[in-house]
């Protein structure tokens, strides 16, 4: 024992252990879990804490093994990386043997710290290798009462109803019998539009609506759409998922199984295009323990039967008859003797792809904050917030045959819910392929009185989390950002978000640059972009470079250049907010097209002004919007400067891109071209006589893109008359509205940006919450949708400027971290943080007034002046891997602390200049810093 305590105490004065602990949470092209892979390289990543949160700490080497899931790790590994010199946490290549289709791998990683000591291995992260297309034995198969055509979409317009309804959501099946010791059992399948899999009586899974929704294949009415777009998109494909099923099996006998739902793939709606009736796919590869392997496979050998779900339909709700369904059906025991055999179904047109994304999935529960009775039967049920989800009915008894009907009470219609007991004890039911928008629901045909542990409401939304807190003493600007919150997760489905989640339900790309930034501060959206910039890029058209309105594509999206401009916006976002070069790489080509395109609708003046026309040969308004959803319906800037700014942006990112990227010859021609645009724009926009580029966000554009110095104080002060003529207001659509706080801030009229955040009249965010909102809305006033989280784009200001978190373009993915807040003395706290690439950062600042009066000698001045001492708090964490640079909260401090030590003296501080005060650097670490600074009573009464 004295040994032992001797040789701790030498190992611990000697530094001999690592300050690293043992890298934390691994990811596998950004998923945890066990995420399908079909790349021949798969990405790896990890997180990196210091023990005892010691300062400037920092990996200097890697090492990270991979081996087949049935090695140990002292067989030869599948790679073994050996010790890399490098900083580098995230994106690390896969450089091992051949990776096996099909085959589970797991992988761990350790790392040296500054002092090159080694932490302990990490936990083992495992991923599962998909399928090549050739390794697919299995075939599609559908409901036999069902032929290959979609449902016909109804005459008329977006209200009109579905007029010729589905048939019953099919059972499939297929029994088999083990008789070996069964190693690991894995099955491949998706279903169009949605499946549910089960095994020996039990769904596999906790996921809902899947698989996510992409362009599946050909759909040879898109060019007679009234937004017609031809059907050559750069790709197509179909998300398959594979789940691990080892332990639902038994040895013997064994059912596995499927329910079928229409989903995207079935949905006639004005909005839509449809593929074909629903068919579905797996594949099951069985691995035993004496080495042999087993295929069991959909084809017309499986039998089906009609389910209780009579009627399914993304934008019209579920009918479901409990009398119908068959208890027991994918048990191996239950006698499908009189089903029949499944029908062979065509192939989707576009390819089997790994579903390396997350799922959708119940994200919340709620339960009743008020069930009022109506009348006999009919009840009111309100719940705390407005949710895309469905209601759960729980343990609930009525007559057979009992008709129970839901609606919902989103302001545009998100479909119906009907339910018919089975009336043989206790029943429980939600729907399974669609879902409904609704803060409270009106159910009639209720058996009986309801209580409030017979319903429930669940949030359904794809699965990404939440990654960060915002926090102030403004209590509205909390709201404001959770209500925004809200409603982009009701907006997420499938891996996209749509422009609302009632009407259309569509992944608008206009929409989606918008409001990307302000996802990605508080969303880890690491993975859910990866897949829809891919949709996005999948669906240009290769000869023109056009992006289309909305991905996956569906014909009613309208738009225009803004539109298509996310390719080339959003992984500029994407590269700054999480420093992936390859997301850059990956859409270089595409973003070279898009500007291919809009070089198409260039003027004789150098600007641009797309007038795409429609099917008549005329221009056509939903191909060539400018700004959208503006203060009124006329108020909004010139289409052609809103399309040349644009154009400027996209040539302007696709320059930086092309340096980054090394394509030194691109960045100078893309670079020279913003700079042909920029010139053309204040030559043709800007108003000598009126110093200005007009109104509704036009001087915010102007100013975003840089204004020329000989006119630049002129527009400033245009552009502050015109917040204060519209009484502090914001009078912006949504991509004005993205700009407009920020341009603000960094134009030195940050009181302005947060006098308009901070109003609760219209227009402005407040007046949402004043109107009852738990979601934001797609108009200022009171038209229009409730649930739209496109306007949020403008909320970026909140962590970059109000609580000063802010990337480095020369270091991004807050390698460099720079904390700059836009302060004023109105705010007691703020507090944001965030887990980065490289892990948890935070930025806390709190006030804390001396409450008696001072004075305070100036002896330059040789005056005496009265007021109070103010010392701001500021609490920052940088993570391993980062380093900060801080800035003094307001100009000018009397005094500056760090953990109690004067700034001056402290070692862990360097020294990078005076802006306003000591700007200091600092590497990881947690930080304490205390400022403080004389207000005198003339400063504190300034508005």
């Known amino acids: 024992m004295k040994i032992c305590k001797v040789l701790l105490l030498f190992f611990l004065s000697t530094g001999s252990f690592a300050q690293l602990s043992p890298p934390e949470d691994l990811r596998t092209e950004y998923l945890k879990g066990v995420p399908l892979i079909d790349l021949e390289k798969p990405r790896l990543g990890w997180i990196n804490t210091a023990i005892d949160h010691e300062r400037a700490q920092t990996q200097t080497a890697y090492q990270v093994q991979v081996s087949s899931i049935d090695e140990n790790w002292s067989s030869p590994l599948t790679w073994d990386s050996k010790k890399i010199n490098s900083s580098a946490n995230q994106r690390i290549v896969y450089q091992g043997k051949h990776l096996l289709p099909g085959q589970k791998y797991r992988w761990r990683v350790r790392v040296?710290?500054?002092?090159?000591?080694?932490?302990?291995?990490?936990?083992?992260?495992?991923?599962?290798?998909?399928?090549?297309?050739?390794?697919?034995k299995a075939e599609w198969i559908g409901a036999p009462w069902q032929g290959e055509e979609a449902i016909p979409k109804p005459p008329g317009g977006p209200n009109q109803r579905t007029e010729i309804l589905p048939p019953p959501a099919p059972y499939l099946r297929k029994t088999f019998e083990l008789n070996k010791k069964v190693k690991r059992a894995v099955v491949f399948t998706t279903g169009l539009g949605y499946f549910e899999f089960y095994a020996n009586g039990k769904k596999v899974s906790d996921d809902v609506l899947v698989p996510n929704q992409t362009n599946y294949g050909k759909r040879p009415d898109l060019t007679k759409a009234y937004i017609a777009v031809p059907d050559e998109f750069a790709k197509y494909k179909v998300m398959y998922l594979a789940y691990d099923i080892t332990d639902f099996l038994q040895n013997g006998n064994n059912a596995i199984g499927a329910i079928l739902g229409n989903g995207f793939y079935n949905d006639p709606k004005f909005w839509t295009a449809s593929y074909g009736s629903p068919r579905f796919i797996a594949q099951v590869q069985i691995h035993y323990e004496d080495g042999s392997k087993e295929i069991i496979k959909t084809d017309k050998s499986w039998k089906s039967a009609k389910s209780g779900i009579l009627v399914d339909l993304v934008y019209d709700g579920e009918i479901y008859d409990a009398r119908k369904e068959i208890v027991g059906w994918c048990n191996p025991e239950y006698d499908a003797s009189q089903w029949q055999n499944a029908a062979l179904r065509k192939a989707p047109y576009g390819d089997l792809v790994a579903h390396t994304a997350e799922t959708d999935k119940v994200t919340k529960q709620y339960r009743p904050s008020k069930i009022t009775k109506l009348g006999e039967g009919r009840f009111k049920v309100d719940f705390p917030e407005e949710i895309s989800g469905w209601v759960r009915l729980k343990n609930v008894q009525g007559p057979a045959g009992q008709k129970v009907h839901i609606t919902f009470n989103g302001n545009l219609y998100s479909g119906e819910n009907t339910y018919y007991f089975k009336g043989e004890g206790l029943e429980n039911y939600a729907p399974r392929f669609n879902w409904f928008v609704f803060s409270g629901v009106e159910i009639s045909g209720w058996p009986g009185e309801l209580s409030s542990d017979q319903i429930?409401?669940?949030?359904?939304?794809?699965?990404?989390?939440?990654?960060?807190?915002?926090?102030?003493?403004?209590?509205?600007?909390?709201?404001?950002?959770?209500?925004?919150?809200?409603?982009?997760?009701?907006?997420?489905h499938g891996g996209i978000a749509s422009d609302c989640p009632h009407r259309?339900?569509?992944?608008?790309?206009?929409?989606?640059q918008v409001a990307c930034p302000t996802v990605m501060h508080n969303f880890d959206a690491r993975a859910f972009y990866q897949k829809w910039v891919a949709d996005m890029r999948e669906a240009q058209i290769p000869s023109t470079g056009y992006v289309p309105n909305g991905a996956p594509w569906q014909p009613g999206c309208g738009g225009g250049v803004a539109w298509g401009a996310a390719i080339n916006i959003i992984p500029w976002e994407y590269y700054l907010q999480y420093g992936a070069k390859d997301m850059l790489a990956d859409n270089y080509d595409a973003m070279k097209g898009y500007i291919k395109y809009m070089k198409t609708w260039e003027t004789e003046t150098g600007t641009m002004h797309s007038q795409r026309n429609g099917n008549d040969g005329k221009p056509l308004k939903w191909w060539n919007l400018g700004d959208w959803a503006g203060v009124c319906s006329e108020c909004l800037p010139d289409d052609a400067l809103v399309h040349t700014f644009y154009y400027w942006y996209c040539a302007d990112i696709t320059a930086k891109t092309a340096k980054i990227l090394g394509f030194e010859k691109d960045a100078e021609a893309y670079a020279e071209l913003a700079a042909r645009i920029k010139k053309a724009f204040h030559q043709v926009f800007y108003n000598n006589q009126k110093k200005s580029y007009e109104d509704y966000g036009s001087n915010v554009f102007a100013l975003k893109m840089g204004v020329p110095s000989e006119f630049y104080n002129e527009?400033?002060?245009?552009?502050?008359?015109?917040?204060?003529?519209?009484?502090?207001?914001?009078?912006?659509?949504?991509f004005g509205t993205?700009?407009?706080?920020?341009?603000?801030?960094?134009?030195?009229?940050?009181?302005?940006?947060?006098?308009?955040?901070?109003?609760?009249?219209?227009?402005?965010?407040?007046?949402?919450?004043?109107?009852?909102?738990?979601?934001?809305?797609?108009?200022?006033?009171?038209?229009?949708?409730?649930?739209?989280?496109?306007?949020?784009?403008?909320?970026?200001?909140?962590?970059?400027?109000?609580?000063?978190?802010?990337?480095?373009?020369?270091?991004?993915?807050?390698e460099h971290i720079i904390i700059k807040p836009s302060y004023s003395l109105e705010t007691d706290f703020i507090k944001y943080e965030t887990n980065t690439s490289f892990g948890k950062a935070k930025i806390e600042l709190s006030k804390k007034v001396d409450s008696n009066s001072s004075t305070n000698y100036n002896a330059k001045s040789k005056k005496t002046t009265q007021g109070q001492k103010v010392i701001i708090k500021y609490e920052i964490e940088v993570p391993v891997g980062s380093y900060a640079t801080i800035y003094s909260p307001m100009a000018q401090p009397t005094l500056i602390k760090e953990n109690g030590v004067y700034a001056s003296e402290n070692r862990d501080l360097e020294y990078v200049g005076n802006e306003n005060g000591p700007v200091y650097q600092v590497k990881s670490g947690k930080y304490s810093f205390e400022y403080t600074y004389f207000i005198t009573n003339a400063e504190q009464t300034k508005p």
């Open 504 to 512: 259309e339900r569509s992944g608008y790309t206009g929409d989606a």
């Open 738 to 814: 993205r700009f407009f706080f920020e341009v603000l801030a960094d134009n030195g009229m940050n009181a302005l940006a947060y006098d308009a955040m901070n109003k609760t009249t219209e227009p402005s965010f407040g007046r949402w919450l004043e109107l009852g909102s738990t979601t934001s809305r797609e108009h200022w006033g009171e038209e229009g949708s409730y649930n739209h989280p496109m306007f949020g784009g403008g909320l970026v200001w909140f962590y970059r400027h109000l609580a000063g978190f802010n990337f480095d373009e020369s270091a991004p993915g807050y």
């Open 112 to 136: 040296w710290d500054k002092d090159d000591k080694v932490s302990e291995w990490s936990k083992p992260a495992q991923w599962q290798m998909g399928l090549n297309q050739s390794d697919w």
């Open 715 to 734: 527009v400033k002060s245009t552009l502050m008359k015109e917040v204060e003529r519209n009484k502090g207001h914001l009078n912006t659509g949504i």
């Open 456 to 492: 429930s409401a669940e949030a359904v939304n794809t699965d990404i989390k939440e990654n960060a807190v915002f926090e102030t003493s403004n209590e509205l600007f909390n709201q404001i950002n959770q209500i925004w919150k809200r409603s982009q997760l009701d907006n997420s």
